[in-house]
């Protein structure tokens, strides 16, 4: 099967500078949804005819498996098919196949109705995928005569009668190729709007005696297109509950359906294991896996992570190509950031900043700190206020604590620099040399009293200062 993929259009009511089918839903383009979905079904070959925004379209969804069509100007549907027929073509066994045309701004198509679609029409028939809505307007109205299909009138060439008709046209239709690469090139311009329709390939098809069957979708949304960003949010919302509805499915505990959302480039981004529980409001972005029995707090924003089993974020933590470990207790108010790995049972609590650094098992850093380019060994207790000093403003460094070191409150660790294993560092401690094992290592000065000492007091009959 070919797949023919409209994305020429402007979108003028989208009133941005980005062209239309780049806006997102639930972080993809609106063409990559698209474009997806008829990866879904094995399509074996993917021509995008583009206009709009032009190279910017191409240059953000280019994958080896598109071919890219050009349409300079937006002459109709039917003009916009027509381009894309020397390509179409030039696939191998084309003529043979079938053709599939989709709409770059109907992004939440599901595979399963497409393949309905296609096995609707076989190896000779014209099949349209069409609905039945209380409120047509604006669609091309499915005429029937006898039940059969008979032609598709656009709104703006309707008569009062046809615009009763309530079964509309999706636009999304599959015909095989031959038939498309002879009608296309008949199309005239004869219509209230001045445009190629493709629609006008049903009455071609009739005129043929070509069999032409309806298949309907399973949901109203999937053939919903989007024009502004008040229909984009309302997609959005749509795609969001199916999320969520599949997660349920799979066991996972949602404290509010509602209120999650599930966004990146792929197909089935987060991945859950059994008994996993998510708070309100969370936001996971690109690959993530909670493994089982996680939970997640509420708001918390998860991006690229694996959390191990077991393991419990507590609300408003922020998790970046990180490596949570089982049994873990994260945040609340954590922020684990890239090339951040850590081992079993690790507590990292609040205001913690970890980035590029590894701890191992058993470790802790409860309160206010900096973890950046370390290397912490097990059973570590890195006191509130510790900072790796990793930067001196032209490099990194690396600061390494060994197994059960005990790092003292408001500790900074000057890397490169390494505490030996099982030492202390005491409350306050600027680390510039290595602290050697199972010792306390103190450098800071000495406390001292002053018997007698008095504090000032106001001198009598000197005059205020202002
Ligand atoms: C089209 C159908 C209509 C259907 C409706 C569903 C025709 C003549 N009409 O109408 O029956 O009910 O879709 O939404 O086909 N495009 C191009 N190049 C062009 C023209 C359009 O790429 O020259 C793309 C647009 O970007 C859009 C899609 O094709 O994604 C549909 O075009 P649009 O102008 O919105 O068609 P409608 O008038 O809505
Ligand atoms: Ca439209």
């Given at each position: 099967m070919n797949v023919v993929i409209l994305?020429?259009?402007?979108?003028?009511?989208?009133?941005?500078?980005?062209?239309?089918?780049l806006h997102r839903l639930a972080g993809k383009a609106l063409l990559g949804h698209v474009i997806d979905a008829a990866r879904e079904i094995g399509a074996g070959q993917i021509c995008v005819v583009y206009g709009h925004g032009g190279e910017q379209v191409r240059t953000a969804l280019d994958a080896p498996d598109v071919t890219w069509v050009r349409q300079?100007?937006?002459?109709?549907t039917g003009h916009a098919v027509l381009q894309a027929m020397p390509a179409v073509a030039a696939a191998p066994g084309a003529t043979a196949t079938a053709t599939l045309v989709l709409y770059g701004?109907?992004?939440?198509?599901r595979a399963s109705t497409l393949r309905r679609l296609s096995a609707a029409a076989g190896s000779g028939a014209l099949a349209l995928l069409t609905a039945h809505v209380d409120n047509p307007r604006g669609y091309g109205r499915i005429v029937r005569v006898d039940g059969e299909v008979r032609q598709i009138v656009e709104e703006k060439d309707a008569d009062v009668a046809c615009r009763a008709?309530?079964?509309?046209?999706?636009g999304i239709l599959v015909a095989p190729a031959a038939a498309l690469a002879r009608w296309l090139p008949m199309l005239?311009?004869?219509?209230a709007q001045g445009e190629y329709y493709l629609t006008d390939i049903v009455a071609l098809a009739v005129a043929e005696g070509m069999p032409i069957v309806t298949v309907h979708p399973d949901?109203?949304?999937?053939?919903e297109g989007v024009n502004s960003k008040l229909q984009l949010a309302a997609l959005e919302r749509v795609h969001q509950r199916n999320v969520a509805e599949r997660l349920m499915e799979a066991g996972v505990t949602l404290a509010?359906?509602?209120r999650i959302d599930v966004r990146g480039e792929?197909?089935?981004q987060l991945s859950c294991g059994r008994d996993v529980s998510i708070d309100v409001n969370c936001v996971f972005e690109g690959r993530v896996e909670l493994a089982d029995r996680v939970v997640i707090g509420a708001n918390c924003v998860l991006k690229n992570c694996r959390i191990g089993s077991g393991a419990r974020i507590a609300p408003f933590c922020h998790i970046e190509d990180a490596v949570v470990g089982p049994d873990d207790i994260i945040g609340p108010y954590a922020r684990l950031r890239p090339g951040t790995e850590l081992g079993r049972d690790v507590h990292i609590g609040n205001f913690v900043e970890v980035k590029n650094s590894t701890i191992a098992d058993h470790?802790?850093?409860?309160?206010l700190a900096y973890l950046g380019d370390a290397t912490i060994g097990r059973r570590v207790n890195v006191g509130a206020g510790?900072?790796?000093?990793?930067?001196d403003g032209a490099n990194k460094f690396r600061t390494v604590i060994e197994d059960d070191a005990f790092i003292g409150s408001d500790s900074q660790l000057v890397a490169p620099v390494t505490v030996g294993r099982g030492a202390t560092l005491g409350a306050g401690t600027t680390l510039t040399r290595d602290a050697p094992p199972g010792q306390l290592t103190v450098s800071r000065a000495k406390q001292m009293s002053l018997p007698g000492w008095k504090r000032p007091a106001k001198k009598a009959g000197l005059p205020k200062k202002d």
């Open positions: 994305a020429a259009g402007q979108g003028k009511r989208m009133h941005s500078d980005l062209p239309k089918v300079e100007q937006q002459l109709g701004d109907v992004p939440l198509i008709i309530r079964e509309i046209n999706s005239g311009t004869r219509n949901a109203a949304w999937e053939i509010d359906p509602a792929g197909a089935c470790s802790k850093a409860n309160h510790t900072i790796t000093c990793n930067y």
